[in-house]
């Protein structure tokens, strides 16, 4: 058996192309043989150089997000249609973020009807191409639904977690990155659904420090002028405020030995997102045991059933009582026992035996 992976390289995705290496490697060191075809997140051209490649897999397995190649969406469809011009494979699609109809976006009624359309024919156009979609929550399988996508066509495969890290130890970190008393991070590509602003307009209810970690020039919709916007936004929020000695902003490209710095050092990491939509930074939180204050949405309700990792505030007023209930001495050492839970059940070496199994169950 042969598998195909496309998915975007690192040089404009950091997010889905970091969690393809990942998920390569699991795969790999289960046993099955898998490669890794990539493309430039927002060319389609780039895209459509792999397809000739395909003819040699029996398996083809997709990262999809909804605006992975840009061109608001539309390119999708042209890549999704080239995978059947030789379709002698299974088409597998990994659907990091399921949009519900329900959704509500902000911004004119025009756009969010456009956003809408857009959603509803890309989800089903992967239906009807794809023999296996696979989501990373539940929560997920119902919204599918609304677009008639069956359930038995649906496999929940959780986001898998960095399991061979070397990470310094916390106050080494900070004393790097001259940080001091408590740490509450916001990490990685913001916008509005990262719900930042939630946090920021109560910053002098949580004390210092508030680390927001960011790169402006990378961003999964490809749009940096809007990126760029909304942390000018985050940022005024502060000024205006007077929130400076409580909210620090690092805007800079983030490699990976920084990013795990950022991790090692925080005591929480702060997760308030607005819709239903997924989490990589999530495990990440999880690899550095590191508790999630979280906002109330499908997501984080999935996973604090389970495990005492995550607490929730369920409105925005609430984030700033439920950070210090997190930082008490016994609750927070039950939620780092959360975390080693959550690690232990979704490493990545566990998640790459169940992508193995669900593999070969589609060669007959």
């Not at 976006?105 to 025009?110: A, H, L, R, V």
């Not at 909210?247 to 800079?252: A, G, S």
């Not at 607490?311 to 001495?329: L, N, Q, T, Y």
Request: proline share 4%; charged share 30%.
């Amino acid at each position: 058996m042969k598998v195909a992976m496309i998915s975007p390289n690192l040089e404009k995705e950091k997010a889905i192309a970091y969690f393809s290496e990942k998920l390569i490697n699991s795969v790999q060191k289960s046993g099955a043989k898998i490669d890794n075809l990539t493309y430039t997140a927002g060319s389609l051209k780039s895209f459509l150089k792999i397809i000739p490649k395909l003819k040699n897999y029996d398996v083809v397995h997709v990262q999809h997000e909804y605006n992975l190649l840009g061109g608001y969406g539309i390119p999708f469809f042209f890549a999704y249609l080239s995978l059947l011009l030789s379709k002698e494979y299974k088409i597998i699609t990994t659907m990091h973020t399921v949009l519900s109809k329900k959704e509500k976006f902000e911004g004119p009624k025009i756009k969010s009807f456009l956003r809408k359309s857009l959603y509803f024919f890309q989800n089903r156009w992967i239906n009807w191409i794809s023999d296996y979609i696979v989501v990373h929550q539940n929560f997920f399988i119902d919204i599918l639904g609304e677009y008639g996508v069956p359930k038995e066509k649906i496999f929940v495969l959780r986001q898998g977690i960095v399991d061979d890290l070397r990470l310094l130890p916390k106050q080494k970190a900070r004393k790097e990155l001259k940080l001091s008393g408590n740490v509450y991070l916001i990490i990685g590509n913001l916008h509005f659904v990262n719900g930042a602003d939630r946090i920021l307009k109560r910053a002098d209810k949580m004390g210092k420090t508030i680390l927001v970690a960011t790169n402006p020039g990378s961003v999964n919709d490809r749009n940096v002028k809007r990126l760029g916007g909304w942390i000018g936004h985050l940022q005024e929020i502060v000024k205006k405020n007077k929130f400076e000695k409580y909210v620090r902003f690092d805007l800079k490209e983030i490699p990976f030995d920084l990013w795990w710095k950022y991790l090692s050092a925080a005591d929480l990491v702060l997760l308030p997102y607005r819709g239903g939509i997924g989490s990589g930074i999530f495990t990440d939180a999880m690899a550095t045991k590191k508790p999630v204050v979280s906002s109330n949405i499908p997501f984080f309700k999935e996973i604090k059933k389970n495990y005492d990792c995550v607490k929730i505030a369920k409105e925005d007023k609430d984030f700033p009582k439920v950070i210090s209930e997190a930082m008490k001495p016994e609750e927070y050492k039950k939620m780092v026992k959360g975390c080693r839970s959550y690690f232990r059940d979704n490493n990545w070496t566990e998640i790459g035996k169940r992508y193995k199994k669900l593999y070969f169950s589609l060669i007959k």
